[in-house]
């Protein structure tokens, strides 16, 4: 199921490389996405720009700023189709105040210290983007080269196939945790809602930590167990983790390797 899910989003990101005047290559789709996974158990959101990167390095005709520019509305309809999930976990939930306590425990956000050492940076930044012209030309070519790519979604062409896609890959997330449940005899039989809510809870972990380390099965463990009482439930959380972790891990620096020689034997 993530294989397909994965597959599912690198044919559906064709879609919205097509209006900037090449032809996608599936494979050299699938194997930036996959990268950009791998690298994102490193320095969280950090694939996406890998991930732009690599396509446009090894797709001819493609420019990395416009490539990152469809990222960016890949991310955003993920945030939209995350909220529907969410908001169906709330519906199917008996409990939404345990619920939500659990969930929120992912963490409070960033430490003080990391806004002004963001702010710092900003008017570092800015203050050199007025004062250098050659700089200020550059920032706004890339800016420029970003907003063309992101307003390909306004240019599709398969707008009811990218549809079907983004639910089936949403689909395939959602069933990962479904199948796992089929794991051991303590979860067979999983309720909906229970399933729903790992999923959040997990989703919530990753974006918390680089691939949910330590948060993600914690998390997990801790909503099946006070929500719904299943027994075991840590070695469940356990086994979900690690499936996601090591898929990610293997196929990312499997990608990491085929791209290039991919590349060279088209070329």
Known sequence: MMLLSHMSRAYRWKY?????????N???MYHSIMIGYVINLTIPRSGEVARAGYYAKYEEGAAS?????T???????????????????????????????????????LPAWAYYIVGGIF????????ISKKIKEKVLELL???LEGVKTILQLKQRVSYIGHTLFIWGCYVGMIWVCSFALPETVGLEIGAVFAAFVVGAAAITATPGGIGLYPLLVAAVLTDLY??????????????SLTLF????GLLSLVILPILNKKQV
């Open 71 to 109: 990222i960016i509305v890949e991310r955003i309809i993920d945030v939209v189709m995350l909220g529907i999930v969410f908001g169906i976990t709330v519906i199917l939930q008996k409990d939404i105040e345990a619920f939500n306590s659990i969930k929120d425990s992912a963490g409070g956000g």
């Open 16 to 24: 919205m490389l097509e209006p900037l005047g090449h032809k996608p």
């Open 229 to 242: 009482g299943i027994e075991n439930a840590g070695s469940f959380s356990m086994l979900a983790w690690s």
């Open 65 to 69: 700023e416009k490539v990152f520019g």
């Open 144 to 146: 420029t080269g970003i």
């Open 248 to 251: 990610t891990i293997v196929f």
């Open 123 to 130: 008017l570092v930044g800015a203050a050199v983007f007025f």
């Open 26 to 28: 599936f494979w050299k």
